[in-house]
């Protein structure tokens, strides 16, 4: 089995060099651009794709209305976006293979592993970086990147503070991926802060990518430990799993999770009947009944038949936000890259959107962003806004 | 009580990885090939198994008749075009042709049948034994698996010791070129162990995504592996050895979950492969002049 991880290795590196071979041809395309090149990368295919269809969808639908609207200072949006698989090394391809393409502006990546490779890179080319959802604190340390969605730790705060503060239980089990950096991060937040809560951690159980389809043990410690809530700061697959499992035990805690709950209502043949009830706390919730909410939604469900998760509206909100950041520094798509990204950089500090994702949104220097969450319960198949 | 129930789960979980690495050690013992494409065959019948049950609409045993058909002729298949033009090659050679068919059966399902996650009907409808007033649960597809499991296993011992076919086969495992002297069509007999093979992953899948219901192009690729280990510690090419390693994998997994830490739990499974292999270097019912299937 070595061998086999060792070839796939192999085979990735024969792509990035393959990649590389590529480069060269419009290298740092930039100048003179009649069009500002805004691309993206995120999860197509594999595992986790419903957020980087989502992405990539709500980011189409925000660039249609802004060029439909005369686009930014009177230039166009040209947008690309590229497959990644949720894999840090087809992230960086992609990125370069967009640079090829004339990228000046990063709108991604869409999941933490990959936005934090990406960002190494965009580091590098002093590339403006939004993602949308990379929610991992290393995704921003550097000062050219900022965050539409909430940091891991921030979620992990969040969550602790609304479980204690609407009294949701005492004892909570927590049951987290340990080989995920969007899953540990948000875990150790919340167990810092559960001290200063009025509940206590009774059970807190991992499991890694090697082996996450049978939960029995954790959720029977869960249940021995008489948790009545389960939190779940992990990606929806695997919560599939558990509340099937859950259910087949015959265990009925609440179950608490994060924004990488959303999209499990749109697992094919899931009986959604057992999400029943399930909360997260994510930023959006579609059935929110302001204009622009109902606008976009109903946008995304005409052109593909879902309703659109926490993901896309993060995308949708990071193009307008890139789009009010440069108009207010006169920002011409001629410029060089660099230029653009120091424009962007301070003028991202002095915003305050209201977006999709929050009313208010407001960023430091460092890249993160302040907004209020909110939680989300499903009820009846459907996400409802919990107060 | 948890203890018998962790045991139990255990058992579960390895009855699956068993199903599976009898089908890595069949091609193995008769071929000397590693097919690591076999854990995307069982992918592929899930696929296979689901769209008949859940998109048309079909009762679930009509489903798994047709993926074991399938799977079948997707195995032998593959063996045609990938494998058989490098019987002659170097081991290196074939093993990164199996790993190239792993790849592209993951990226051809990922083409038909799309990025998003499954949620996988159980085609087991048998209701959990519940004993000791409930304390204890079985549930039916563990009940289904075990027993198939041994079926499975002690059908194919006899089928490869009493049948002309299955003689053939240890023929072909232990001298290529005598068997071939002694008539024995060595072309056939691979291709009908790869048959049996990729039939056994047709059943593996139905069994496997009963039990853990989530189908996605990857999804069979870490219990491929995990199975690769399981016989690897039975000893492979042994076919009791299969099921035995795979077994004794599951219990050591959930048991090292439940009792010592569940980060450490794969870390743990592995070292115990280590400690084993270095004490007894052909699996545990590997025999040093193998008699091998």
Same mark, same amino acid.
């Given at each position: 089995?070595?061998?086999?991880?060792?070839?796939?290795?192999?085979?990735?590196?024969?792509?990035?060099?393959?990649?590389?071979?590529?480069?060269?041809?419009?290298?740092?395309?930039?100048?003179?651009?009649?069009?500002?090149?805004?691309?993206?990368?995120?999860?197509?295919?594999?595992?986790?794709?419903?957020?980087?269809?989502?992405?990539?969808?709500?980011?189409?639908? *925000?660039?249609?209305? #802004?060029?439909?609207?005369?686009?930014?200072? !009177?230039?166009?949006?040209?947008?690309?976006?590229?497959?990644?698989?949720?894999?840090?090394?087809?992230?960086?391809?992609?990125?370069?293979?967009?640079?090829?393409?004339?990228?000046?502006?990063?709108?991604?990546?869409?999941?933490?592993?990959?936005?934090?490779?990406? *960002?190494?890179?965009?580091?590098?080319?002093?590339?403006?970086? #939004?993602?949308?959802?990379?929610?991992?604190?290393?995704?921003?340390?550097?000062?050219?990147?900022?965050?539409?969605?909430?940091?891991?730790?921030?979620?992990?705060?969040?969550?602790?503070?609304?479980?204690?503060?609407?009294?949701?239980?005492?004892?909570?089990?927590?049951?987290?991926?340990?080989?995920?950096?969007?899953?540990?991060? #948000?875990?150790?937040?919340?167990?810092?802060?559960?001290?200063?809560?009025?509940?206590?951690?009774?059970? *807190?159980?991992?499991?890694?990518?090697?082996?996450?389809?049978?939960?029995?043990?954790?959720?029977?410690?869960?249940?021995?430990?008489?948790?009545?809530?389960?939190?779940?700061?992990?990606?929806?697959?695997?919560?599939?799993?558990?509340?099937?499992?859950?259910?087949?035990?015959?265990?009925?805690?609440?179950?608490?999770?994060?924004?990488?709950?959303?999209?499990?209502?749109?697992?094919?043949?899931?009986?959604?009947?057992?999400?029943?009830?399930?909360?997260?706390?994510?930023?959006?919730?579609?059935?929110?009944?302001?204009?622009?909410?109902?606008?976009?939604?109903?946008?995304?469900?005409?052109?593909?038949?879902?309703?659109?998760?926490?993901? !896309?509206?993060?995308?949708?909100?990071?193009?307008?936000?890139?789009?009010?950041?440069?108009?207010?520094?006169?920002?011409?798509?001629?410029?060089?890259?660099?230029? #653009?990204?120091?424009?962007?950089?301070?003028?991202?500090?002095?915003?305050?959107?209201?977006?999709?994702?929050?009313?208010?949104?407001?960023?430091?220097?460092?890249?993160?962003?302040?907004?209020?969450?909110?939680?989300?319960?499903?009820?009846?198949?459907?996400?409802?806004?919990?107060? | &009580?948890?203890?018998?129930?962790?045991?139990?789960? +255990?058992?579960?979980?390895?009855?699956?990885?068993?199903?599976?690495?009898?089908?890595?050690? &069949?091609?193995?013992?008769?071929?000397?090939?590693?097919?690591?494409?076999?854990?995307?065959?069982?992918?592929?019948?899930?696929?296979?198994?689901?769209?008949? &049950?859940?998109?048309? +609409?079909?009762?679930?045993?009509?489903?798994?008749?047709? +993926?074991?058909?399938?799977?079948?002729?997707?195995?032998?298949?593959?063996?045609?075009?990938?494998?058989?033009?490098?019987?002659?090659?170097?081991? =290196?050679?074939?093993?990164?042709?199996?790993?190239?068919?792993?790849?592209?059966?993951?990226?051809?399902?990922?083409?038909?049948?799309?990025?998003?996650?499954?949620?996988?009907?159980?085609?087991?409808?048998?209701?959990?034994?519940?004993?000791?007033?409930?304390?204890?649960?079985?549930?039916?597809?563990?009940?289904?698996?075990?027993?198939?499991?041994?079926?499975?296993?002690?059908? =194919?011992?006899?089928?490869?010791?009493?049948?002309?076919?299955?003689?053939? &086969?240890?023929?072909?495992?232990?001298?290529?070129?005598?068997?071939?002297?002694?008539?024995?069509?060595?072309?056939?007999?691979?291709?009908?162990?790869?048959?049996?093979?990729?039939?056994?992953?047709?059943?593996?899948?139905?069994?496997?995504?009963?039990?853990?219901?989530?189908?996605?192009?990857?999804?069979?690729?870490?219990?491929?592996?995990?199975?690769?280990?399981?016989?690897?510690?039975?000893?492979?090419?042994?076919?009791?050895?299969?099921?035995?390693?795979?077994?004794?994998?599951?219990?050591?997994?959930?048991?090292?979950?439940?009792?010592?830490?569940?980060?450490?739990?794969?870390?743990?499974?592995?070292?115990?492969?280590?400690?084993?292999?270095?004490?007894?270097?052909?699996?545990?019912?590997?025999?040093?002049?193998?008699?091998?299937?």
């Amino acid at each position: 089995m070595k061998m086999k991880r060792m070839f796939g290795l192999l085979l990735v590196l024969s792509l990035v060099v393959a990649s590389f071979a590529a480069c060269g041809t419009k290298e740092g395309g930039s100048g003179g651009n009649d069009k500002f090149y805004i691309g993206g990368m995120g999860p197509l295919t594999g595992d986790a794709a419903s957020y980087g269809l989502h992405v990539k969808w709500s980011a189409e639908i *925000a660039v249609e209305e #802004i060029n439909a609207a005369g686009g930014i200072n !009177g230039k166009q949006i040209e947008f690309r976006f590229e497959d990644d698989e949720h894999d840090p090394e087809k992230a960086v391809n992609a990125y370069n293979n967009l640079k090829d393409w004339g990228l000046q502006v990063v709108m991604g990546a869409v999941t933490s592993g990959p936005s934090v490779a990406v *960002a190494e890179e965009t580091k590098n080319d002093n590339m403006f970086m #939004i993602t949308p959802s990379g929610s991992a604190p290393a995704v921003v340390k550097y000062d050219n990147a900022f965050q539409v969605c909430f940091s891991d730790p921030n979620q992990g705060s969040a969550s602790a503070k609304y479980i204690s503060d609407k009294g949701l239980a005492t004892k909570v089990a927590v049951i987290y991926d340990s080989s995920e950096v969007y899953s540990s991060g #948000i875990y150790e937040k919340f167990a810092s802060e559960a001290k200063n809560s009025n509940f206590e951690i009774v059970a *807190a159980e991992a499991f890694t990518a090697d082996s996450k389809s049978d939960f029995a043990v954790q959720l029977q410690k869960a249940k021995d430990s008489g948790a009545e809530l389960v939190f779940l700061p992990i990606y929806y697959q695997q919560a599939v799993l558990i509340l099937t499992q859950a259910n087949d035990m015959g265990y009925k805690p609440i179950f608490f999770g994060c924004d990488g709950l959303d999209g499990i209502l749109g697992v094919e043949n899931f009986d959604t009947a057992l999400a029943e009830d399930v909360m997260l706390l994510t930023p959006f919730a579609a059935d929110a009944q302001d204009e622009k909410t109902q606008n976009f939604v109903a946008k995304f469900k005409e052109a593909h038949n879902e309703v659109p998760n926490q993901f !896309g509206a993060d995308a949708y909100d990071a193009i307008y936000i890139l789009k009010e950041a440069l108009e207010a520094g006169n920002v011409t798509p001629d410029m060089s890259t660099s230029d #653009i990204t120091e424009a962007l950089k301070k003028e991202i500090t002095q915003l305050n959107f209201d977006g999709l994702t929050g009313a208010g949104m407001t960023w430091k220097a460092t890249g993160e962003v302040n907004k209020e969450p909110k939680a989300v319960i499903i009820k009846d198949g459907a996400y409802t806004l919990f107060d | &009580m948890s203890f018998l129930s962790y045991l139990i789960r +255990g058992i579960s979980l390895g009855s699956v990885y068993s199903i599976i690495a009898l089908g890595y050690t &069949m091609v193995y013992g008769i071929a000397k090939m590693l097919n690591f494409a076999h854990g995307d065959i069982i992918m592929i019948g899930g696929y296979v198994i689901f769209t008949i &049950m859940s998109t048309i +609409g079909l009762p679930p045993f009509v489903a798994v008749l047709v +993926g074991i058909v399938l799977c079948t002729l997707l195995g032998v298949t593959i063996e045609r075009i990938a494998y058989k033009p490098l019987r002659s090659a170097s081991s =290196l050679a074939v093993l990164i042709t199996a790993i190239g068919v792993s790849y592209f059966l993951q990226n051809f399902a990922l083409l038909i049948f799309g990025a998003d996650a499954k949620s996988f009907t159980s085609v087991i409808k048998l209701s959990p034994l519940e004993l000791a007033g409930g304390k204890l649960t079985i549930s039916g597809e563990t009940l289904v698996t075990i027993p198939l499991c041994i079926i499975i296993m002690v059908f =194919l011992s006899v089928f490869v010791k009493k049948t002309k076919v299955g003689r053939g &086969m240890i023929a072909v495992s232990e001298n290529k070129e005598a068997a071939i002297l002694m008539g024995v069509n060595v072309n056939r007999t691979i291709a009908i162990t790869f048959a049996i093979g990729s039939a056994l992953a047709a059943v593996a899948s139905a069994l496997m995504f009963s039990a853990y219901p989530a189908l996605s192009t990857t999804s069979g690729a870490m219990p491929g592996i995990k199975a690769f280990v399981a016989a690897v510690f039975g000893g492979i090419g042994s076919i009791p050895g299969a099921m035995i390693g795979g077994i004794l994998l599951g219990i050591i997994e959930i048991l090292s979950r439940a009792y010592i830490s569940s980060q450490l739990a794969d870390a743990i499974v592995f070292l115990v492969l280590i400690l084993v292999l270095l004490v007894k270097p052909t699996g545990i019912l590997g025999k040093k002049i193998q008699e091998k299937v």
